[in-house]
Structures are given as structure tokens and as C-alpha cells.
């Protein structure tokens, strides 16, 4: 068996006990809440009786959560996107929380940006690819080579990261994007 697999198994036992121990609870009182016995309860909790779903998915029910969470098994390959933010450390100075919206290393990235203020002067920098992003709250200032933009919530902005570029909040409150960055210079279009 994949060492992987073995020590996920050998956890769960423990994994159980200590969410029952977390919530309070006894194995009676689990017990009466599953229609599990206390001994199928105890052995299944010390790594003596082997987890199955007929005794998982009661568990997850009383306990409130997800089979892979009561387990503890690791991540797949769920479509869905998690939205975890971030700081992000920006080569322009600008203090930025990125939230995720896709996973697709090499390819199109889309996340929401919320661009903090700040005192230090634009810092303009050029990368491979090319940017769109559209303003959802606040005034964004946008500057792209020798042209300055101011945009409003709505406007848009769509360029090539080779050209030197910075955007940050146009004035000291921050503001938000829904940025979408293709490394490989994709381009955005819209259909005539």
C-alpha cells in the first residue's frame, strides 16, 4: 500500500477521538447520536477497527463535517476554486491581498486584487504576458509608459506587461480589481 494511503488510515483513529474530545462529547453520547456502539466507537477510535464508510458517514454527520475533513484526507483535484488571500509582496512596493479565483499553473490566472495606499512613488516594471483587470470598488491610477489613466469602478484596463506599467489606488484608500494575467501574452478579446 502507498505509504501516503497507510499513514492517512493510521490517523484517522486518532483524528476521530480528538474531534469527539474537541466537541465534549462521550463515546455514549456519540454513540446514541450514530446507533454505533460505544465499543465499535472505542476500536475504531484507537486504530483497532478499520474505517469504513458505514461508520464514517454517520460521524460526519453528527460531528458537521465533510468526510475528507473528518479523515484528514489531503486535497484533489476539486474544481472548485478556494478562495485563500494573501498578501502579496509586490516588486512596485504596493501592499496588495490577492484572493485566487483560478489554479492554473502556466496558464490564464484570474484573482481579485485589493490594492492598499501608499507614500512611495510608482515604481513601473515589465514582465512577460499581458493584463486585463476591471475595477470593482474605489479609483485605481494606472500608469502604462508615459500615460496616466484614473479609472472608476467599471472602467477597464487591458495591456501588455512588457510595457512599463504600475497601478495602485489613485488616491489613500485602497481599491479593487478583479484582475486576469495570461503568462504567455493571451489576449483578451471581446466577440463584434
Do not use: C
Not at 481579485?112 to 486585463?132: D, M
Not at 504600475?166 to 501574452?185: K, M, Q, S, V
Request: proline share 10%; no cysteine.
Amino acid at each position: 500500500m502507498d505509504p501516503t494511503l497507510q499513514e492517512l488510515l493510521d490517523g484517522i483513529g486518532p483524528r476521530l477521538r480528538r474531534i469527539r474530545q474537541d466537541r465534549r462529547l462521550r463515546l455514549e453520547d456519540v454513540a446514541e447520536a450514530t446507533g454505533l456502539s460505544v465499543s465499535t466507537l472505542s476500536r475504531l477510535e484507537s486504530g483497532k477497527r478499520r474505517p469504513t464508510l458505514d461508520l464514517l458517514l454517520p460521524l460526519a454527520g453528527v460531528y458537521r463535517l465533510a468526510l475528507d475533513h473528518l479523515i484528514g484526507a489531503p486535497p484533489t483535484g476539486d474544481p472548485r476554486a478556494h478562495l485563500t488571500p494573501h498578501r502579496a509582496d509586490t516588486r512596485t512596493r504596493l501592499d496588495a491581498v490577492v484572493v485566487p479565483l483560478t489554479t492554473y499553473p502556466g496558464r490564464l490566472q484570474v484573482f481579485k486584487q485589493i490594492l492598499g495606499p501608499t507614500s512611495e512613488p510608482p515604481v513601473l516594471v515589465t514582465h512577460h504576458g499581458h493584463a486585463w483587470f476591471y475595477v470593482l470598488a474605489g479609483r485605481v491610477r494606472l500608469l502604462l509608459g508615459d500615460t496616466e489613466r484614473l479609472l472608476q469602478p467599471g472602467d477597464t484596463a487591458d495591456f501588455d506587461a512588457g510595457e512599463p506599467h504600475w497601478f495602485g489606488p489613485a488616491n489613500d484608500r485602497p481599491a479593487e480589481i478583479l484582475h486576469l494575467f495570461g503568462p504567455h501574452g493571451d489576449r483578451f478579446t471581446q466577440p463584434d
